[in-house]
């Protein structure tokens, strides 16, 4: 792998910041230049939160060009909608189901999309569209915060860096307590890939 662009979206609470953190540190672990840029949306408040991230073997900007996301990781169904118009068109998207209406959507004046509305939509834009049982996973687990370590679980099979450097990362960067849920929500974020979403 020469380069990566990931761009992470999401809303306030999902861990998306967390999740870019531990991407980035992956990235380092695994010998590349890294940038990040974040943005913070009302981040606290259930606004947008957007993070860049690129690996390369020198990287100048840590902006994504609109166009150029080698991968999308969309913490909510929505989300994915309204940042697609960065990814690459060989580009892999994937998204957590969850859904988290916006304000126009819980006041009446929009409606929220159908999956499949955005499935479709999505795959206009990328090459491979897949949609991950993040939230479920990381509830069936006992703890919906770590929907966002099940993610990276996922994003982690389409790279050809170790599990173990993710492993090594992740942590490195959680709790003690929360150490090995952690690692469980990884593993089986991975494995909802390798066996076929």
Do not use: C
């Not at 992470?8 to 998306?16: I, P, R």
């Amino acid at each position: 792998m020469e380069k990566a662009n990931f761009l992470l979206v999401g809303v306030g609470g999902q861990g998306t910041l967390t999740a870019s953190d531990i991407l980035a540190n992956v990235g380092l672990q695994a010998g590349y230049d890294v940038k990040k840029s974040e943005v913070h949306g009302m981040s606290q408040r259930g606004g947008a939160v957007i993070s860049h991230v690129r690996f390369a073997e020198k990287v100048y900007s840590p902006l994504i060009a609109l166009g150029e996301a080698d991968y999308l990781l969309s913490f909510e169904l929505l989300e994915s909608l309204r940042w697609a118009h960065f990814v690459h068109p060989k580009g892999t998207v994937l998204v957590n189901i969850q859904e988290l209406p916006p304000v126009a959507v819980t006041s009446g004046q929009a409606e929220y999309p159908e999956r499949e509305t955005v499935r479709q939509e999505l795959s206009q834009r990328a090459r491979q569209v897949l949609f991950v049982r993040g939230l479920e996973i990381a509830q069936e687990l006992g703890n919906a915060r770590v929907t966002n370590t099940v993610l990276l679980g996922a994003l982690s099979a389409f790279l050809p860096l170790a599990p173990e450097i993710w492993e090594g990362v992740i942590l490195e960067t959680v709790p003690e307590r929360y150490r090995e849920l952690n690692r469980q929500a990884f593993y089986l974020g991975r494995e909802q890939i390798e066996q076929g979403v």
